[in-house]
């Protein structure tokens, strides 16, 4: 069964270092998330990205955050400057474009823990 | 503003009974309602959905329940096994694009007493 993969499983960093998260995709999807959950939180969405562009994001994707596909299998979180608050499970999800259904299909997530 | 997943926070019953796990959302726009399951450590997983349209969908060994007059939704796992222990997610998401976000909600905790 597709699977969407996401590496690296855990990152740790310094605050103020850049952290870029990866992700591929299922083969046949279009549409693109990231989310992100906080320990002993809710899942929150952080963006959407379809055709190489944005769709929508939310008040936590500010200026430090940015996403990327840079080729024709990754997907890609970049956070510019990372803050203590920062560290949270971050999970990819992709969706098919066409079909019955819009479900999103979760990756198993990069733990990031910021220093 | 947006509300979806208003929980218990947890769940606990014996293994071989139904679960039944509710959640209430705020939010009228919502189309589409998903339950996920989350097991430690790993990524929410799609167990079922069910759209506005409908008030009725059935998998395997799992029902979802949806009354749109008071805004609940449910699921119902029947003869609950020891796999099933994880934290179930209702969540909605407001519309059929498939590049909707959705809204999470926070979650019940279930757990099976042998």
């Known amino acids: 069964e597709p699977e969407v993969t996401q590496t690296p499983s855990h990152q740790v960093t310094q605050m103020g270092q850049e952290v870029i998260l990866r992700c591929v995709p299922i083969s046949n999807h279009l549409y693109f998330y990231w989310y992100r959950q906080i320990l002993g939180q809710k899942v929150e969405f952080l963006v959407s990205?379809?055709?190489?562009?944005?769709?929508?994001k939310s008040e936590i994707f500010d200026d430090q955050f940015s996403v990327e596909r840079p080729d024709g299998s990754n997907f890609t979180l970049k956070i510019r400057s990372t803050k203590l608050e920062d560290s949270a499970m971050y999970f990819c999800a992709s969706s098919a474009s066409t079909g019955p259904t819009e479900t999103q299909y979760f990756g198993p997530g990069t733990r990031l823990l910021v220093l | 503003g947006e509300s979806v997943g208003l929980h218990l926070p947890t769940l606990s019953v014996q293994e071989g009974d139904n679960s039944i796990i509710n959640c209430a959302y705020s939010?009228?726009?919502?189309?589409?309602f998903i339950w996920y399951k989350q097991e430690s450590g790993k990524g929410p997983q799609f167990i079922i959905d069910i759209r506005s349209n409908m008030d009725k969908r059935q998998g395997q060994r799992v029902t979802v329940l949806l009354n749109k007059t008071v805004k609940h939704l449910s699921l119902q796992i029947a003869a609950t096994q020891p796999g099933d222990s994880a934290v179930y997610f209702c969540?909605?998401?407001?519309?059929?694009?498939?590049?909707?976000?959705?809204?999470f909600g926070s979650g019940t905790r279930l757990s099976i007493r042998p």
């Open positions: 939010n009228s726009a919502s189309d589409y």
């Open positions: 969540a909605g998401a407001p519309g059929y694009s498939s590049a909707s976000k959705i809204i």
């Open positions: 990205f379809y055709n190489n562009e944005i769709s929508e």
